[in-house]
């Protein structure tokens, strides 16, 4: 298949090692996926022809997966600007991008001369020959084949179709309905006064933001790093009220512009063809479908093992609850404490309790010094090393871009690090791959190349941006997903880095990176005064490692509340009952929360995670994960945390093998058994007897 002369020239085509994301517009993203899926189509449906006999990975399955590779790149760098560029132009570009993926995608995987060709060379004495991650792609594509319709009857599979394409549309306009509703607010504050209790930082970059929107006085948004200090920090309990009811109805029928971006409707959708799309397949639910390819087997097993936490906290919870209350009536003057309330009265009593404030400790991380922390972490962990890289193309001036090197100066990978929130970006943090470690079929190792995203404050005034240490650990989290993607040595893509890895297991490398932004060897050269240049004081360290369980218990009940309504409103979908969204979420709180409620809430109209980004019916895979990395971590804290020797294990068994084998075996192979609860309860300060755990 010729490329013609405006093809050519279509950026999103013709980069060969990075993609060159200034020269990208919209006019370049439908042409760049329509010629890349008629590429692919045409080298299956050739290769289907040719290969009916003496299939093998080479002669085939290779030559497919060069072009799948092409494919993915493209749609990979437009999803990727779609998530941190967003304007008018691109997403109707996108969106327009949708059917045509998700068209593609059902007709690879019901494309019946493909699952014989995979399934004869299965059957094959060749399969012998294939190495461990080839054979198990292979297997995972026979799955995939089934969960994709290839033994329904004809109206079926079209009717599969119909559904995957309709569901890639509605989660993406779910999406963009949060976005829009985040960004469309602002708390405009005139007056001085009305800023009390707010620090310097917070202070300055709403007059910052003011200055954006040509507005006088300070602006306030629904973005996380302007939302959550005001929430916190400000003394003015009805400004707290009015921005908090803000974000919790976003992209509801009670929040602003609910005729445009109210998502209750695009919910009910989702959840019916999901459930649709399930009882196609066989199976009960689309719960059930989801675990198809996780660790957990039922979703009463997922419900059990959450449900378990969830009696061994209670107790504690219910006691913290109480003494916030306490706190608030007999030093705030609060009587009733409301839900916007809760952040303020317990960054309150935080800082009495423990002399620790997350905002003043900003000053002692910087983010380059953050980085270079992280970097030596990482370093001493597993042997490698980073430069960064200058004169990167790059979609924003704020993005960096480094290589990362093996402990023999060999080049393994490259990251891009994207840490700001700003106008057109989504909120909240992850990691992605922009390229995928594999073998081409002319024996070229194709390296990977990771995403890092967070939403942090930006520089103000040509500062440096300074983190709280919440979000050193945010960093931390999402750079052990990229260490999973680049530390890889998992030569076949869909088995390399993150990609065959069952999404409830695919939380842990990052978990178990969190905890070393905790320890104090770490933090000692972590952290660094923007004035003094000395390291975090030992008292300040001391306070801020004795606070880290403060609340815990009414953490850990919030994060369960999350998976059991995730799961259930999956699980439990009757068409002619419809979603009870709203139902069973109410339902989850009275089961499982112990803090004031908000009767207008609308959390599950923002639940981007599960309705817009993969985690439906997998939102349990956090606190699975949890328990995985607490349970891996103990070894490290017995061994040293920097034990070489136990990291190479680490990363031999657990980190470098993508997709390769069941998560439990490798989890097994590295800590010698199965995991169970204690060192997670342990961790959190949740004191309760522990059995070892069978969970999911």
């Not at 006019?27 to 022809?49: F, G, M, Q, W």
């Not at 620090?199 to 507005?215: H, I």
């Not at 009670?254 to 199976?283: S, T, V, Y």
């Amino acid at each position: 298949m010729n490329m013609n002369e405006s093809l050519k020239e279509n950026p999103l085509l013709c980069w060969q090692n990075l993609p060159c994301f200034s020269k990208i517009a919209a006019e370049h993203l439908k042409p760049a996926v329509e010629y890349a899926i008629s590429k692919c189509r045409n080298v299956i449906t050739d290769l289907c022809e040719k290969q009916k006999e003496n299939v093998t990975w080479e002669n085939t399955i290779s030559k497919m997966d060069e072009v799948d590779d092409e494919l993915s790149k493209v749609w990979g760098v437009a999803s990727h600007l779609n998530s941190v560029k967003d304007t008018p132009a691109f997403r109707k570009a996108y969106e327009e991008c949708l059917p045509l993926i998700s068209e593609y995608s059902s007709w690879v995987g019901q494309y019946r001369p493909l699952f014989e060709i995979v399934r004869k060379l299965r059957e094959s004495a060749d399969f012998a020959e294939c190495t461990v991650s080839q054979a198990r792609s292979v297997e995972n594509s026979i799955r995939d084949f089934v969960l994709s319709g290839i033994d329904l009857p004809e109206k079926k599979q079209k009717r599969y179709v119909e559904i995957c394409t309709e569901l890639s549309k509605l989660e993406s306009a779910f999406s963009n309905n949060v976005l829009d509703a985040t960004h469309n607010y602002v708390l405009n504050i005139k007056n001085t006064e009305d800023l009390v209790g707010l620090p310097a930082g917070v202070k300055s970059l709403a007059k910052s933001e003011a200055k954006k929107r040509n507005l006088e006085g300070w602006c306030f948004t629904l973005d996380f790093p302007s939302y959550r200090p005001f929430l916190t920090y400000s003394d003015r309990r009805d400004l707290r009220e009015k921005i908090y009811k803000a974000y919790q109805t976003r992209a509801s029928e009670f929040g602003e512009n609910p005729d445009k971006w109210d998502n209750g409707g695009l919910m009910e959708k989702i959840l019916r063809l999901r459930h649709e799309l399930a009882q196609l397949l066989g199976f009960r639910s689309y719960a059930d479908f989801s675990l198809s390819t996780k660790m957990a087997e039922t979703p009463e097993q997922v419900l059990d093992f959450l449900y378990d936490l969830a009696d061994k906290s209670l107790s504690q919870g219910r006691k913290e609850m109480e003494q916030l209350r306490e706190y608030a009536r007999s030093n705030l003057n609060i009587e009733d404490i409301k839900p916007w309330d809760m952040a303020y009265c317990s960054e309150k009593l935080r800082q009495e309790r423990y002399s620790y404030d997350s905002e003043a400790l900003r000053r002692y991380f910087p983010v380059s010094k953050v980085m270079a922390g992280l970097f030596e972490c990482t370093r001493r962990l597993y042997g490698v090393s980073f430069k960064e890289q200058k004169g990167i193309d790059v979609w924003h001036d704020d993005v960096h871009f480094y290589h990362i090197y093996d402990t023999f100066g060999s080049l393994i990978g490259a990251f891009y690090v994207d840490l700001y929130a700003r106008q057109g970006k989504r909120g909240g943090a992850w990691m992605d791959e922009c390229i995928t470690r594999r073998l081409c079929c002319k024996g070229v190792l194709q390296l990977p190349v990771a995403y890092i995203e967070c939403n942090f404050t930006p520089p103000v005034n040509g500062g440096e941006s300074q983190l709280t240490h919440d979000e050193v650990v945010t960093v931390f989290h999402e750079f052990g997903h990229a260490l999973n993607q680049l530390l890889t040595r998992i030569d076949v893509s869909n088995v390399s880095g993150i990609n065959g890895v069952p999404w409830d297991a695919v939380e842990l490398p990052s978990q178990f990176n969190e905890n070393f932004a905790w320890q104090e060897e770490v933090l000692n050269f972590l952290s660094s005064d923007v004035v003094s240049g000395e390291s975090l004081p030992k008292e300040k360290l001391q306070a801020l490692i004795n606070a880290k369980n403060f609340q815990s218990a009414m953490a850990m009940l919030r994060q369960l509340e999350f998976a059991v309504f995730d799961m259930r409103i999956h699980l439990e979908y009757d068409p002619q009952k419809w979603g009870r969204v709203q139902e069973i979420l109410n339902e989850v709180k009275q089961r499982l929360s112990v803090v004031p409620q908000y009767e207008n809430e609308r959390f599950a109209n923002s639940f981007t995670h599960i309705f817009a980004g993969g985690y439906a019916a997998g939102y349990y895979s956090y606190k699975w994960a949890e328990v995985l990395d607490a349970d891996a971590f103990s070894l490290f804290k017995e061994c040293g945390i920097f034990n070489r020797d136990l990291a190479k294990k680490f990363r031999d068994e657990v980190l470098s093998l993508g997709g390769t084998k069941n998560p439990m075996e490798l989890y097994v192979n590295f800590r010698g058994r199965r995991p169970c609860l204690c060192a997670l309860l342990k961790r959190n300060g949740i004191a309760q007897q522990c059995s070892q755990h069978k969970g999911s």
